[in-house]
């Protein structure tokens, strides 16, 4: 079945690096994303990675995936504070339309 | 330019009322859907569409019905059966695997 799991709160220092982790439980995962949502707004898709990939990069985004262990990762580089917002992982298999959405994980960016 | 659009932005019930929401896009896809947003809960799925006139229920159907007439449109009512409808609506569309889903920026909706 589909389960995404994320830790819920995270508050980092403007300039510094920000790490989102997620894991899911359907190893037959296609398709994997990351969202983003900032207050009382709708959600952003900030990237995506193929379930046959180890690491997708993206500017100051860098997405590590760990099939074995079934992890992902959001790296977010210098981050600033129009960087704090909640952020979804979500998985998708192939021939299936529907995403299982992680919680979300709230990112704080300090000044 | 493309994209899908949520009405209205808030929007105020009186308990026992029927409300809808309204999603519209014009991005051409296919399959659309409807999450509701609890704080602390993520999202949760309500319905779903992948072709017109046809739909399926989500994990909290329950006191919602939608309707797919149009491959634009996929409106959801918030019936007087929903017991505790306040939240905030989230409707997304998506073309197929590999594009993710396309998100309206949200209804906020408010029993009084």
């Known amino acids: 079945g589909e389960d995404v799991e994320q830790s819920l709160f995270l508050s980092v220092r403007e300039g510094d690096s920000s790490v989102i982790n997620c894991t899911y439980t359907?190893?037959?995962?296609?398709?994997l994303y990351w969202y983003k949502q900032e207050p009382g707004a709708g959600l952003q898709l900030l990237t995506y990675?193929?379930?046959?990939?180890d690491m997708k990069q993206d500017q100051r985004l860098t997405v590590l995936l760990n099939k074995k262990d079934k992890h992902l990762s959001l790296r977010i580089a210098d981050t600033q504070t129009g960087d704090s917002a909640i952020y979804f992982c979500?998985?998708?298999?192939?021939?299936?339309?529907?995403?299982?959405f992680g919680k979300g994980n709230q990112v704080v960016v300090i000044p | 330019d493309g994209g899908i659009t949520q009405s209205p932005k808030y929007l105020f019930r009186k308990e026992g009322q029927n409300v809808t929401l309204s999603c519209e896009q014009n991005?051409?896809?296919?399959?659309m859907y409807w999450y509701r947003q609890d704080p602390g809960q993520g999202l949760r799925l309500i319905y779903y569409?992948?072709?017109?006139?046809?739909?399926q229920k989500g994990d909290i159907a329950e006191g919602y019905s939608v309707s797919r007439e149009k491959k634009e449109s996929f409106p959801l009512t918030v019936t007087s059966a929903q017991k505790n409808p306040t939240a905030f609506y989230l409707c997304?569309?998506?073309?197929?695997?590999?594009?993710?889903?396309?998100f309206g920026s949200g209804t906020r909706l408010t029993v009084v």
């Open positions: 997304a569309s998506s073309l197929e695997r590999g594009d993710g889903y396309t």
């Open positions: 359907d190893s037959s995962s296609t398709y």
């Open positions: 990675i193929f379930s046959n990939m």
């Open positions: 979500a998985e998708g298999r192939e021939g299936n339309n529907r995403l299982a």
């Open positions: 991005l051409n896809h296919d399959a």
């Open positions: 569409s992948q072709i017109v006139n046809d739909f």
